[in-house]
C-alpha cells in the first residue's frame, strides 16, 4: 500500500488522519509556532502541526503553560497558518479559556478558528469538560483531546511525572477516552502514561490517539520542535529522542559570526555595496 507522505500531496484533514489509522499508517506531528519554522516542518511532510501551548515554555520562558494568553495564542496560531499549505494545522486552547462556563469555551474556539484559519483545536481534560467539548464540535469545529499528563493542571498535581499508574487513575483515562470519542472528538494525544494503556486505549478507540511519552503502541507520534532539534539540552526526559543539536550548531556559527565581525572579515569587498 502506498505511504500518504509519499504519493499524496493534498491537505490532510482530519479525514485523512482517520484513512491513516484505518489503513495502519503512523502519524506524525510536531509543534511549531512561527511562520519560518512552520514552513520547513509542512514541506518536510509532517502530518499535523501542533501550535502548542509550550509557546509559553519555548517561545515566551515561562516555567509552566498557565500564563500564555488567547491572544497570544491566537498571535501564534496566525504566524503559523501563513506558511503552511498541507498539514492539518492545531491550535491549543490556552488555560482558563474552556474550563468554565461552556459558552465561554466555545466563544474561545470560535475565536480561534476565525481570526487565525487553523484547522481544529486541542483542548486538556476529559468529563470535566466535556460538555463545553460537545458544543465546540456541535460549532463544527474539529476537536482533539488531550489525557494524561495534562501541563495546564501543574498546580493540582505538583509535578509533571508519570500519569495512570494506578488502576483508579488508568481506568479514569479510560473512561475519558471513551468519552471524547463520544462527544465527536477527531483525535487523542495522550501525554506520559505507561506504554501498555496507551496501546490498550488506542485499540480501543476508532480515532487516532497520538502519543508523547507513551510508547509505540499508539497510532502517531508528537514532539516539541525545540527538544527534538536539540535547542534546549538541559530538557531530557526518558521519551526524547534527539535528532540534532540544534543548540551546539548554532552556537558555533553565532561565535564565528562574533569572531569575524571582531577580526573585520565580515563583511568582505563581496558582501558590500
Ligand atoms: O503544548 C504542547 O506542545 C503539547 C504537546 C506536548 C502535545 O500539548
Not at 500531496?9 to 482517520?18: D, G, N, S, V
Not at 461552556?102 to 483545536?121: F, L
Request: proline residues 3%; charged residues 25%.
Amino acid at each position: 500500500m502506498a505511504g500518504y507522505i509519499s504519493d499524496n500531496k493534498k491537505k490532510i484533514t482530519t479525514h485523512t488522519l482517520a484513512e491513516m489509522k484505518q489503513a495502519g499508517e503512523k502519524i506524525s506531528m510536531l509543534t511549531a509556532y512561527d511562520y519560518t519554522t512552520a514552513g520547513i516542518v509542512d514541506r518536510s511532510g509532517m502530518e499535523i502541526i501542533l501550535v502548542g501551548d509550550s509557546a509559553a515554555n519555548v517561545m515566551a520562558g515561562y516555567s509552566t503553560t498557565l500564563p500564555i494568553t488567547l491572544d497570544e495564542m491566537i498571535y501564534h496560531g496566525k504566524c503559523v497558518t501563513r506558511a503552511v499549505n498541507r498539514a492539518l494545522v492545531v491550535l491549543d486552547m490556552p488555560f482558563g479559556t474552556y474550563q468554565g462556563d461552556s459558552s465561554v469555551g466555545v466563544a474561545s474556539a470560535i475565536r480561534m478558528i476565525k481570526e487565525t484559519g487553523v484547522d481544529a483545536i486541542k483542548l486538556e481534560g476529559g468529563e470535566e469538560i466535556i460538555e463545553t467539548v460537545r458544543k465546540i464540535v456541535n460549532s463544527s469545529i474539529p476537536v482533539m483531546g488531550h489525557l494524561g499528563l495534562m501541563p495546564q493542571s501543574i498546580n493540582k498535581y505538583g509535578n509533571y511525572g508519570l500519569r495512570a499508574k494506578d488502576d483508579a487513575e488508568a481506568d479514569k483515562l479510560i473512561r475519558d477516552a471513551r468519552l471524547l470519542q463520544e462527544a465527536g472528538c477527531f483525535a487523542l494525544v495522550l501525554e506520559k502514561i505507561p506504554a501498555e494503556l496507551a496501546e490498550r486505549v488506542s485499540r480501543e478507540l476508532d480515532i487516532p490517539v497520538i502519543g508523547i511519552g507513551a510508547g509505540g503502541g499508539v497510532d502517531g507520534q508528537v514532539l516539541v520542535i525545540q527538544d527534538m532539534l536539540g535547542m534546549n539540552n538541559d530538557f531530557k526526559p526518558k521519551f526524547l529522542r534527539r535528532y540534532a543539536n540544534l543548540e551546539e550548531v548554532m552556537t558555533g556559527a553565532i561565535q564565528a559570526y562574533i569572531g569575524d565581525v571582531k577580526s573585520k572579515d565580515f563583511p568582505n569587498e563581496s558582501e558590500q555595496y
